[in-house]
T-cell receptor
Framework: GENVEQHPSTLSVQEGDSAVIKCTYS??????FPWYKQELGKRPQLIID?????GEKKDQRIAVTLNKTAKHFSLHITETQPEDSAVYFC????????????FGSGTQLTVLP | GAGVSQSPSNKVTEKGKDVELRCDPI?????LYWYRQRLGQGLEFLIY????????KSGLPSDRFSAERTGESVSTLTIQRTQQEDSAVYLC?????????????FGPGTRLTVL
């Protein structure tokens, strides 16, 4: 099945700095890559996604880049704020499945004031 | 409209007991997923329902786990003879239709503690 590896597992940045989280996947046929944010004690929520026909997508302070050749995609958060502190999960389609996502193990981002 | 809801929010049970967890998806969402999230870990797929099709049970960890869904409404996840390793947050998600690329909306989860 699809393996999604996510790094780093924890990340601390100073408020205002940028944060980057990276994920790699194994199935070259994968075509959809969402990112979910889970604040402490709350439910995961989709923050941004990218499809394989584009290399980058941006929404205000967050962006996702996709390198299909290298089979990795990254979440970029600029001008980080304390409210960005959360666990971030990447996901990719499970190999051979049109319906299942497999999730990365998560990155605990802490933005220090 | 209302989001995905789950009940109970917390469940403490003794080892060996059965538990039933409930998920109410967003109205009109045909796809429903169950995930397990152990402390500090990612989301582990358990089972998927799409309309009246046969569910995808490939993620269920053992035959102690089962789930049902009536049509496109409520789903229940049942864990029989609970074990301590079943302790986790059980998350339900729904999406408008099946298929990758449809945003999954998560419920608040049920925190299960098996003593």
């Amino acid at each position: 099945g699809e393996n999604v590896e996510q790094h780093p597992s924890t990340l601390s940045v100073q408020e205002g700095d940028s944060a980057v989280i990276k994920c790699t996947y194994s199935d070259s046929a994968s075509n959809y890559f969402p990112w979910y944010k889970q604040e402490l004690g709350k439910r995961p929520q989709l923050i941004i996604d990218i499809r394989s026909n584009v290399g980058e997508k941006k929404d205000q302070r967050i962006a996702v880049t996709l390198n299909k050749t290298a089979k990795h995609f990254s979440l970029h958060i600029t001008e980080t704020q304390p409210e960005d502190s959360a666990v971030y999960f990447c996901a990719a389609p499970l190999s051979g499945s049109a319906r299942q996502l497999t999730f990365g193990s998560g990155t605990q981002l802490t933005v220090l004031p | 409209g209302a989001g995905v809801s789950q009940s109970p929010s917390n469940k403490v049970t003794e080892k060996g007991k059965d538990v039933e967890l409930r998920c109410d998806p967003i109205s009109g969402h045909t796809a429903l997923y169950w995930y397990r999230q152990r402390l500090g870990q990612g989301l582990e797929f358990l089972i998927y329902f799409q309309g009246n099709s046969a569910p995808d049970k490939s993620g269920l960890p053992s035959d102690r786990f089962s789930a049902e869904r009536t049509g496109e409404s409520v789903s229940t996840l049942t864990i029989q003879r609970t074990q301590q390793e079943d302790s986790a947050v059980y998350l339900c998600a729904s999406s408008l239709t099946s298929g990758i690329g449809n945003e999954q909306f998560f419920g608040p989860g049920t925190r299960l503690t098996v003593l």
